[in-house]
């Protein structure tokens, strides 16, 4: 049982460059989020999805795109990456809803040159 | 703005003794959760008490809730070097379909051997 998989673990970007970030989960769980973490900000939710097909936006949305054809993974793109995107992401997995607690990913250092 | 605010930011203790970190927290809340960090790795749900609760226990763990005082506090019993981490308090917002968790800033905590 892994838990909640994320790849890479770092990666560098030049500027105007995209890229997914993958997260996968073997727990069947319905609930998936998305947050970076970023020094004096905290966690902050960019999206998440309460089942396969179905996805929303959190507080810090722009820039960044999900789908959610599986339960399984929940993948975020940068569509073009920016300097303000440089952050650790984490993906969380939760069977009923984040109220009732996550499991997290290791997470996604991203550093945008 | 965030919903939970930790206290103090960093605690340094000796291996052996009692640690204690607080939470303060705005609206009203369904429940508190409490999470670990260790050094670059995701968070791990430690405990989640419900606003009908004042204290729960888990191994060497005890958190108290007190919604009068919109606070709660976290108790690590006999600190082991491996309870190095940065812990973070977290609340569901009581609002409908708000699908995440408000995180705080946490409280970095060093066990000095």
Not at chain 1, 12 to 21: C, F, H, I
Not at chain 1, 50 to 71: C, K, L
Not at chain 2, 42 to 63: C, D
């Given at each position: 049982n892994a838990g909640v998989t994320q790849t890479p673990k770092f990666q560098?970007?030049?500027?105007?460059?995209?890229?997914?970030?993958q997260c996968a989960q073997d727990m069947n769980h319905e609930y998936m989020s998305w947050y970076r973490q970023d020094p004096g900000m905290?966690?902050?939710?960019?999206?998440?999805?309460?089942?396969?097909?179905?996805?929303?936006?959190?507080?810090?949305?722009?820039?960044?795109?999900?789908?959610?054809?599986?339960?399984?993974?929940?993948p975020l793109r940068l569509l073009s990456a920016a300097p303000s995107q440089t952050?650790?992401?984490?993906?969380?997995?939760?069977r009923q809803g984040p109220e009732y607690g996550y499991t997290f990913g290791s997470g996604t250092r991203l550093t945008v040159v | 703005s965030q919903q939970g605010e930790e206290d103090p930011q960093a605690l340094s203790i000796q291996e052996g003794e009692n640690a204690t970190m607080n939470c303060s927290y705005k609206t009203s809340i369904n429940n508190l959760q409490w999470y670990r960090q260790n050094s670059g790795r995701?968070?791990?749900?430690?405990?989640?008490?419900?606003?009908?609760?004042?204290?729960?226990?888990?191994?060497?763990?005890?958190?108290t809730l007190d919604t009068s005082k919109k606070s709660s506090s976290l108790l690590i019993t006999a600190s082991r070097a491996a309870d190095t981490a940065s812990y973070f308090c977290a609340t569901p917002p009581r609002i409908q379909g708000a699908q995440k968790l408000v995180f705080g800033q946490g409280t970095r905590l060093t066990i000095n051997p």
């Open positions: 560098v970007l030049k500027t105007g460059q995209s890229m997914t970030l905290g966690l902050r939710l960019i999206h998440y999805s309460v089942g396969a097909g179905i996805t929303d936006q959190g507080e810090v949305p722009n820039g960044y795109n999900v789908s959610r054809s599986t339960t399984e993974d929940f952050s650790v992401y984490f993906c969380a997995s939760s | 995701g968070l791990v749900h430690l405990i989640l008490i419900r606003s009908n609760e004042r204290e729960k226990h888990s191994g060497r763990l005890r958190v």
